[in-house]
T-cell receptor
Framework: AQSVTQLGSHVSVSEGALVLLRCNYS??????LFWYVQYPNQGLQLLLK??????LVKGINGFEAEFKKSETSFHLTKPSAHMSDAAEYFC????????????FGQGTRLTINP | SQTIHQWPATLVQPVGSPLSLECTVE??????LYWYRQAAGRGLQLLFY??????ISSEVPQNLSASRPQDRQFILSSKKLLLSDSGFYLC?????????????FGQGTRLTVV
């Protein structure tokens, strides 16, 4: 079975600092991986996805993630945090079966300090 | 373009009352459809998914049921709500091709059972 572990339920950074949100996955097959962002009382918005093409994936709002098979990781980064980045972030893996179900991590709440 | 509509946005229901949450998708045909629940401070739990009209798969046994009466309509129901049914319910859809494995989410329904 596939699973995702997000290290750190809360991450706090200063405005302008590097953002690093960690995600490790477990999958018996080459995975499809995703990062989603959720603002309070809203649905999830896709930030970026990895589908076995380039290992460095660029997404919206200046975020990017690198797929590292040897480390089974898919960490999310942004060089310079902005106050508007404060939200909850979810890493997910797809089972690629007929229903393409997503398995989510527990989420990381990102706080930006002024 | 494709859009997903989910309503109502908020709902307060007494214990033992029925529930009906509706989700519709526009701009695509034969999507995969999903219901997720997000409990306070926790990740997303897949409740039901559907790969076609009348086809419903349940991920966890519980007090809820789902139906797909039309191609782009997905309904989450309960005959008698429990306190433990409180949470944030999210509907999502995805294409049926692995080239596009990402899911797109509605804005969610905040359900409080009192």
């Amino acid at each position: 079975a596939q699973s995702v572990t997000q290290l750190g339920s809360h991450v706090s950074v200063s405005e302008g600092a590097l953002v690093l949100l960690r995600c490790n996955y477990s999958s018996s097959v080459p995975p499809y991986l995703f990062w989603y962002v959720q603002y309070p009382n809203q649905g999830l918005q896709l930030l970026l996805k990895y589908t076995s093409a380039a290992t460095l994936v660029k997404g919206i709002n200046g975020f990017e993630a690198e797929f590292k098979k040897s480390e089974t990781s898919f960490h999310l980064t942004k060089p310079s945090a902005h106050m508007s980045d404060a939200a909850e972030y979810f890493c997910a893996v797809s089972d690629l079966g007929g229903a393409q179900k997503l398995v989510f991590g527990q989420g990381t709440r990102l706080t930006i300090n002024p | 373009s494709q859009t997903i509509h989910q309503w109502p946005a908020t709902l307060v229901q007494p214990v033992g009352s029925p529930l009906s949450l509706e989700c519709t998708v526009e701009g695509t045909s034969n999507p995969n459809l999903y219901w997720y629940r997000q409990a306070a401070g926790r990740g997303l739990q897949l409740l039901f998914y559907s790969v076609g009209i009348g086809q419903i798969s349940s991920e966890v046994p519980q007090n809820l049921s789902a139906s797909r009466p039309q191609d782009r309509q997905f309904i989450l129901s309960s005959k008698k709500l429990l306190l433990s049914d409180s949470g944030f319910y999210l509907c999502a859809w995805s294409r049926t091709t692995v080239e596009f494995p990402e899911a797109f989410f509605g804005q969610g329904t905040r359900l409080t059972v009192v």
